[in-house]
Structure formats: C-alpha cells, structure tokens
C-alpha cells in the first residue's frame, strides 16, 4: 500500500532533529486525545502488550523519551 505524499510544514526542516521528533510527539498527542478513532494494526497492539508486561516486570529499565533524545550527538540535534 503506497502512502499519499505529504507537505511538510513550513519551518519543519530548520529544526534539528530532535525538536522535529517533539514536534511530531506534540501532533500525535493531539491526535490521541481521540484513541476510538485511531486505527491501530494488530502486531502494534501486540508489540505494545509485550512492552508493556516488560515494564511491569522491571519498571526501573524504562527511560523518558526526552532522556534518550537528550543524549543524541549534538550533530543530530
């Protein structure tokens, strides 16, 4: 299944790496605040299932994902 080509946001490539990865954190927390409308295959609820019994087994292995992007290389940035 080919996918539609989407316009990227005016300003978008300006910003490093990590401020493009916030940005789309920001819309996909906008589009979540509607989970009944978001389609979701059947291996990403599986993989998130997995994880989650990961977690709960040892929740002291979890890191925030704005730690990870805080150790990206600057160049990334």
Do not use: N, T
């Amino acid at each position: 299944m080919e996918h539609p080509k989407i316009s990227e946001p005016a300003g978008f490539s300006e910003l490093s790496k990590v401020e493009q990865i916030r940005y789309l954190q920001a819309l996909w927390d906008r589009i979540a605040e509607s989970p009944g409308e978001i389609p979701a295959p059947e291996s990403h609820i599986e993989l998130a299932e997995q994880r989650l019994v990961e977690y709960r087994r040892d929740p002291s292995q979890a890191r925030p994902a704005y730690d990870i992007f805080d150790r990206l290389p600057k160049k990334d940035r």
